[in-house]
T-cell receptor, first 114, second 109 residues
Framework: DSGVTQTPKHLITATGQRVTLRCSPR?????VYWYQQSLDQGLQFLIQ???????AKGNILERFSAQQFPDLHSELNLSSLELGDSALYFC?????????????FGPGTRLTVL | GQSLEQPSEVTAVEGAIVQINCTYQ??????LSWYQQHDGGAPTFLSY????GLEETGRFSSFLSRSDSYGYLLLQELQMKDSASYFC??????????FGSGTRLQVQP
């Protein structure tokens, strides 16, 4: 158990819909990262928040948005869903260990768009 | 752009040694990490190299050569439970990690 929680575990929805994925980082971690992992693919970085502010942006579509709240939990909003958005979405939080960025991943949310 | 190359699949037998290579081309480099992911599970951190050389953690070792933009993960005394996907990831200094596409390791009895 990494200490990072994500809900829901599974989500099935239809094209055109909107969903919200939720993540709570490990206690004390200020950074939250969102990644997308399509079938048999690597992890694509979407976006990072640090203490409530957007820190870095990756290959995040305009239909997707995220935010981090004062209690440090984060939500990833996916709208106008397409079949290709079906994937595992991971949230990670990080601690700076000896100068490097070790990330702890949540169990993921499996999104299926039908 | 950023690119990391690693083999897509490796097969080895129990008790053997296997090496998974990773070459990278990124703008900015602070270090190379390795993550393990079992099917259906979350990635978990294995090791990190910020400087050239070998880092050892139990049965796993990781190596980095910054001048060659190359690293590898070495797994010794393979066990069935080591069957998983292994990802190299570069910290480009933007705090987020850029991951390779992963190497699926299959350990056979």
């Amino acid at each position: 158990d990494s200490g990072v929680t994500q809900t829901p575990k599974h989500l099935i929805t239809a094209t055109g819909q909107r969903v919200t994925l939720r993540c709570s980082p490990r206690s004390g971690d200020l950074s939250v990262y969102w990644y997308q992992q399509s079938l048999d693919q690597g992890l694509q970085f979407l976006i990072q928040y640090y203490n409530g502010e957007e820190r870095a942006k990756g290959n995040i579509l305009e239909r997707f948005s995220a935010q981090q709240f004062p209690d440090l939990h984060s939500e990833l909003n996916l709208s106008s869903l397409e079949l290709g958005d079906s994937a595992l979405y991971f949230c990670a939080s990080s601690v700076n260990v000896g100068g490097h960025n070790e990330q702890f991943f949540g169990p993921g949310t499996r999104l299926t768009v039908l | 752009g950023q690119s990391l190359e690693q083999p897509s699949e490796v097969t080895a037998v129990e008790g053997a040694i296997v090496q998974i290579n990773c070459t990278y081309q990124t703008s900015g480099f602070y270090g190379l990490s390795w993550y393990q992911q079992h099917d259906g599970g979350a990635p978990t951190f294995l090791s990190y190299n910020g400087l050239d050389g070998l880092e050892e953690t139990g049965r796993f070792s990781s190596f980095l050569s910054r001048s060659d933009s190359y690293g590898y993960l070495l797994l010794q005394e393979l066990q069935m439970k080591d069957s998983a996907s292994y990802f190299c990831a570069v910290d480009t200094g933007r705090r987020a990690l850029t991951f390779g596409s992963g190497t699926r390791l299959q350990v056979q009895p």
